[in-house]
């Protein structure tokens, strides 16, 4: 016994320097450097101060709603008729996903430093929406960076980010997607750094960033933990979250990475299938997604033969992104998670299928994790339990699935 090492946990990466394992760091210019240590010692004061973890508890439950249901999948389960699914309802929070419990947390972390001005990026929005919602209850100013493209293709989010006070500047550089977006937050935050927050959206970019926003997520897992053990009397055997940057998986495994018995499984998105390489499969496409820097870490990222950046496709904008947070590549080189994809189809049909037997419209980002659980429950037997974290509803994807629906892919 005296010679049996401690097992180290997992729970408490990264390491001073932003490390998780070969993952992570802070790969930005000098600019950014102050900025960055600047908030990682003001989290890591906040991170233990009991004032604002009340507040910030406080405004969860009476603003957010939480704690957010779970909710076992009765019809759903029976029809695919082995493993039994269950329902994290992050669809239920307000503003409809997940997003705002990192958006509401960074603002008053924003705050707590003195600033009165919050700058996002956003793709498709819905992190732009957390963000500008946030910045309204604070009373901040906000700015949004949105590619031009992106905002064409979502003048909803557009029009709600501006009934929320929130400033949409368009960005017409390079891409004119998300990508270029984040180029331009990161270069307003390094001219305004002083009254001026980064309220960054997944559990990506340099150090700080993919800890916090991880912490702040981590409410959906220690939730869901506890209400297994009240509903189901024990853990579940396995965790399916979608994966775009990585937050909403990497906060409902976070507190069961000391249950070994518990399985974690990511699912990028496939999009039309991994051979033509429309898609966003970073771990699932070994010959394009290739360690590399992107956006200030050291992670997977999809890339073509000269080392630039992949163009990626999904039909859910939320998993459309070339990189994945390191914690991740970290989980799977360790192979604590596993991690699958699940094509625009696959998503589509999970989609319908939770419609139709759950009375539940879910985003079409969180279809991919359950299209994943309806492929497992048909391979396992009826007394394992599936915990699928529904990031978010689909209310917002109704245009898209229509689209599908019209075309005949449904
Ligand atoms: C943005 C989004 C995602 C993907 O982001 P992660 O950081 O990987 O969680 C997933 N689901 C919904 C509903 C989203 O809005």
Redesign the pocket.
């Known amino acids: 016994m005296i010679e049996d090492r401690q097992r180290v946990s997992l729970k408490t990466l990264p390491d001073e320097r932003g490390y998780y394992g070969e993952f992570g760091g802070r790969y930005v210019p000098e600019t950014l450097f102050g900025p960055l240590l600047e908030l990682e010692e003001a989290y890591g004061a906040l991170r233990d101060d009991a004032a604002f973890q009340a507040e910030l508890g406080a405004l969860l439950r009476e603003y957010v709603g939480r704690p957010t249901p779970l909710t076992e999948a009765r019809r759903l389960s029976d029809a695919c008729g082995g493993a039994r699914i269950w329902l994290k309802r ?2 239920l929070a307000h503003t ?4 705002i419990n ?1 958006a509401l947390g960074q603002a008053l972390i924003a705050r707590a430093m003195g600033k009165t001005r919050l700058i996002a990026e956003t ?2 929005g ?2 732009g929406v957390a963000t500008a919602t946030v910045a309204a209850l604070l009373g901040m100013e906000c700015v949004v960076y949105m590619g031009c493209d992106d905002m064409a293709r979502q003048a909803p989010n557009v029009l709600r980010m501006r009934l929320l006070g929130a400033d949409v500047h368009a960005v017409d550089a390079g891409s004119r997607t998300l990508k270029d977006a984040i180029n331009e937050a990161l270069r307003d935050w390094a001219t305004n750094v002083r009254h001026s927050h980064y309220l960054l ?4 970019g340099p150090h700080p960033y993919p800890m916090i ?1 991880r912490d702040l ?1 981590s409410v959906i897992g220690r939730e869901a933990r506890s209400q297994c053990l009240a509903q189901m009397g024990r853990l579940p055997d396995t965790l399916i ?11 409902l495994f976070h507190p069961f990475l000391d249950d070994d018995t518990v399985e974690m499984i990511g699912v990028e998105a496939g999009g039309e299938g991994i051979e033509g390489g429309r898609h966003a499969a970073r771990f699932g496409d070994p010959q394009r997604g290739r360690l590399g820097v992107l956006h200030g870490v050291r992670t997977y990222v999809l890339q073509d033969d000269e080392g630039q950046i992949a163009l990626t496709h999904s039909v ?4 459309d ?1 070339a990189s ?2 390191p914690e991740h590549a970290h989980l799977r080189a360790l192979e604590r998670a596993r991690y699958t994809y699940a094509t625009d189809e696959d998503a589509l049909e999970a989609f319908q299928a939770l419609c139709r037997h759950e009375g539940i419209l ?5 279809s991919h994790a359950v299209a994943e659980a309806m492929r497992l429950s048909t391979e396992r037997p009826s007394d394992e339990i599936l915990l699928v ?1 529904l ?3 689909g209310d ?1 994807d109704l245009d898209t699935v229509t689209a599908c629906i019209e075309g005949g892919a449904l």
């Open positions: 992050e669809d409809g996903a997940h997003k990192n793709g498709a819905q992190h959206g997944s559990a990506l926003v997520q979250a979608c994966v775009g940057g990585g937050s909403n998986a990497i906060g859910s904008a939320g998993l992104y994945v947070g879910p985003a079409l980002e969180s974290n990031s978010g509803r917002k």
